[in-house]
């Protein structure tokens, strides 16, 4: 059975609410996204502050101090969270992203071209170093087998 132009209504064409919420957020996390790159943009990384040069701080403790750090530094938007699932070892940083890709004609973003997803990957970039210069020893990688950046933080 075919639909034909009679048999539709408004209501079919209007997105669902759970499309319309979607779009909502994806709206929401793209202005977010704009302005935390902006924000990026317009920081000096000499005003960074070192926050604390202990290596072995309590997660819970880790996520507060990187939450006051991206507050008094004014960086908003960031979602810092401390997982609490049995074998979890680092405080996860989460980025709002930019969503506004260019598609090429397969389908497929060309990530090395796109100025969005370039935005996106200097602000992780930019993440990474604010949080290696406010906590220095997270940088100890002294035991190959186990020490290394993402053992403290996951910027995503």
């Known amino acids: 059975?075919?639909?034909?132009?009679?048999?539709?209504?408004?209501?079919?064409?209007?997105?669902?609410?759970?499309?319309?919420?979607?779009?909502?957020?994806?709206?929401?996390?793209?202005?977010?996204?704009?302005?935390?790159?902006?924000?990026?943009?317009?920081?000096?990384?000499?005003?960074?502050?070192?926050?604390?040069?202990?290596?072995?701080?309590?997660?819970?403790?880790?996520?507060?101090?990187?939450?006051?750090?991206?507050?008094?530094?004014?960086?908003?938007?960031?979602?810092?969270?401390?997982?609490?699932?049995?074998m979890a070892q680092s405080v996860d940083v989460r980025l709002p992203k930019r969503s506004d890709y260019v598609f090429d004609v397969r389908g497929m973003v060309d990530h090395l071209n796109d100025k969005a997803s370039q935005a996106n990957s200097k602000a992780q970039r930019l993440i990474d170093a604010i949080l290696l210069k406010a906590f220095p020893f997270h940088d100890n990688r002294s035991d190959s087998q186990s020490d290394y950046f993402d053992y403290c933080w996951s910027v995503s």
């Open 1 to 86: 059975m075919s639909t034909t132009a009679k048999d539709l209504q408004w209501s079919d064409l209007l997105p669902t609410d759970a499309e319309f919420k979607r779009q909502q957020l994806q709206k929401r996390e793209q202005e977010q996204a704009l302005a935390l790159h902006a924000a990026l943009d317009k920081l000096k990384f000499d005003l960074v502050p070192i926050v604390c040069r202990e290596r072995g701080i309590a997660r819970i403790e880790q996520a507060q101090l990187a939450r006051q750090l991206f507050k008094r530094l004014g960086l908003k938007g960031i979602s810092v969270t401390c997982p609490n699932y049995s």
